[in-house]
């Protein structure tokens, strides 16, 4: 038997209320949304049971609202209210039965302030049971159209309240389990009851995708869905190559630069500890450009500052300043280590060509005294120092410096992307055995 097409209202079999058809020849069962009754849409709307009168879930979309869905006209015929319990937690969700004359029916799905859209999967695709979840050492996959998808998630529900048409008969209590699997841009749900099974694709709604259905105002989804896809600026992929590849481009100049040691303005030089303080004179042939002097002791398990002055061409002072040459090494309970270095270098511009002269002098010196759970190698202070100095030397650290603001720029989109990401997959019941 069919429904009557002409027929738009009946009078509820049990209380006698008007009840409005809003569905199509499919609905099987019709709920009285005053008395809770069952209603055989299918043999003269004769009782078929009676749901216990609950609360009637929050919800912004009310039964016989009209409004668009991708486009397509849609009037709210039903809602189902879910409950997921899992120990001493619950979850609630609600289900809203949508007809199209044109598109036929589908579910718009409230749960946590967030719409998403479902119907019947009539694609090729093969079916993902729970036994092969549960015996799986990997994430489970599976492809369609295409498109691949990883499990999610397996929950169980029960109905709680029932109200309007649906094309099946709902029962109180009814325990529907559920696999998930979710690809960039849907889900689908592999759902089991008693006595069929059904696959459903499920995409998330926003706000301009969903219109009418007298939906307030202030209807506005807070916080991260599962399918909720990241709203990336409109230059954010131009930003992120761009920003990335001058990153690159920084770093490869910044290397050359550093390769460029200068020129060698006088020998290396060589003191025992015992000859300090000495002054070394040197020509600069370039005057503006870096020049670096560098230092290096032989000093293990100990410190010591020199303390370096510079003179320019008419002897005066251009700077006093120092440097700590220290080296430490010994063994702990994970092996041998090593902290410091016996090199130290300082840098400056020179003014003028001509010749300057620098002081070195050893100013203050010790021996490290190793913590409780380290032991040191043999201490030996320092006895003999190197000075070398050259001119011209170029630096590449602005240029990295620059570059990892440039990557800042450039990786910002993929941080984003990657904490939407995680955040898309945070209630997943999946734990690989390394997070274990």
């Not at 949304?33 to 009637?56: E, P």
């Not at 879910?82 to 039965?97: L, N």
């Not at 718009?108 to 694609?123: A, M």
Request: hydrophobic fraction near 35%; charge should be negative; include cysteine.
């Amino acid at each position: 038997m069919s429904l009557n097409p002409e027929l738009k209202s009946i009078n509820c079999t049990a209380c006698g209320a008007g009840l409005d058809i809003l569905g199509g020849g499919r609905v099987t069962t019709h709920i009285c949304s005053y008395c809770g009754t069952a209603l055989d849409a299918l043999d003269s709307y004769k009782t078929l049971m009676k749901f216990n009168i609950l609360n009637r879930p929050e919800t912004p979309l009310k039964i016989g609202a009209a409004g668009q869905i991708f486009g397509v006209d849609y009037t709210i015929i039903g809602l189902l209210e879910h409950e997921e319990t899992w120990g001493p937690r619950s979850w609630k969700w609600v289900d809203h039965q949508v007809f199209s004359p044109t598109h036929g029916y589908a579910w718009v799905t409230l749960e946590e302030g967030h719409l998403t859209f479902s119907r019947r999967y009539r694609k090729p695709v093969r079916w993902l049971s729970e036994g092969e979840v549960n015996r799986a050492e990997i994430c489970p996959t599976l492809r369609s159209e295409g498109e691949r998808f990883k499990y999610y998630d397996t929950s169980t529900s029960e109905v709680i309240y029932a109200e309007g048409e649906f094309t099946w008969a709902p029962r109180k209590g009814a325990k529907t389990t559920t696999i998930t699997a979710m690809s960039e841009n849907a889900m689908l749900g592999f759902s089991t009851t008693n006595r069929e099974r059904e696959i459903y694709h499920t995409v998330y709604l926003e706000s301009v995708e969903i219109t009418g259905f007298d939906l307030p105002s202030t209807f506005k989804p807070s916080g991260i869905h599962a399918l909720k896809k990241m709203k990336a600026g409109a230059n954010a992929g131009f930003l992120m190559v761009a920003g990335l590849c001058a990153m690159v481009l920084c770093f490869v100049l910044g290397a050359m630069m550093g390769l460029q040691n200068g020129t060698l303005v006088d020998r290396q030089h060589q003191f025992n500890v015992a000859q300090l303080p000495v002054s070394i004179s040197f020509d600069v042939p370039e005057a503006g450009r870096l020049t670096k002097i560098n230092l290096r002791g032989n000093g293990r398990n100990s410190w010591n500052y020199l303390a370096v002055e510079l003179e320019d061409p008419e002897g005066e002072v251009l700077f006093e300043s120092g440097r700590t040459v220290e080296y430490y090494s010994g063994r702990d309970k994970d092996g041998s280590w090593s902290e410091g270095s016996n090199r130290a270098s300082l840098a400056f511009f020179p003014p003028v060509t001509g010749t300057y002269s620098v002081t070195l002098d050893l100013e203050e010196s010790g021996f490290w005294a190793p913590n409780v759970n380290r032991s040191s190698s043999p201490q030996h202070q320092m006895t003999q120092v190197s000075l070398q100095i050259r001119n011209g030397v170029s630096s590449g650290f602005w240029l990295v410096l620059l570059g990892l603001g440039f990557g800042c720029i450039g990786g910002l989109p993929l941080l984003r992307r990657y904490l939407h990401n995680k955040a898309r997959w945070r209630d997943s019941d999946w734990v690989d055995e390394d997070d274990d």
